[in-house]
């Protein structure tokens, strides 16, 4: 589970400036099985090659954050991405089919 954080303000009356912390209000369920999977696949493809994020995301034209969503499965992809991933990762589409289908 993923929780998520609520922005409270606090007023500070020494150096008077806000301060902003967070506190938790509710929880959100983690990312759906097949997308996970997914990104893991991604993940030991890219450290097969030992590649950092940034590689990846330079040669995908995606931004570094996007394969991190990815990676963890937050962020869901279309089927041509995965063959672009397939193609810059240089594996087959098959190795993240069978990922997924474990």
């Known amino acids: 589970m993923v929780e ?4 409270k303000r606090k007023y500070v009356q020494v150096r008077k400036r806000v301060v902003t912390y967070r506190t938790v209000t509710k929880q959100v369920w983690q ?10 696949a991604i993940r030991d493809a890219r450290y097969a090659l030992e590649w950092n994020q940034q590689d990846l995301a330079d040669k995908m034209k995606l931004s570094r954050g996007s394969i991190a969503n990815i990676e963890t499965g937050r962020q869901r992809i279309l089927l041509t991405d995965l063959f672009d991933f397939a193609r810059v990762l240089r594996v087959k589409p098959i ?6 289908s474990k």
Do not use: H, M, T
């Open 4 to 7: 998520r954080r609520k922005k």
């Open 31 to 40: 990312c759906e099985r097949p997308y996970v999977l997914f990104g893991e």
């Open 95 to 100: 190795v993240f089919f069978n990922a997924v």
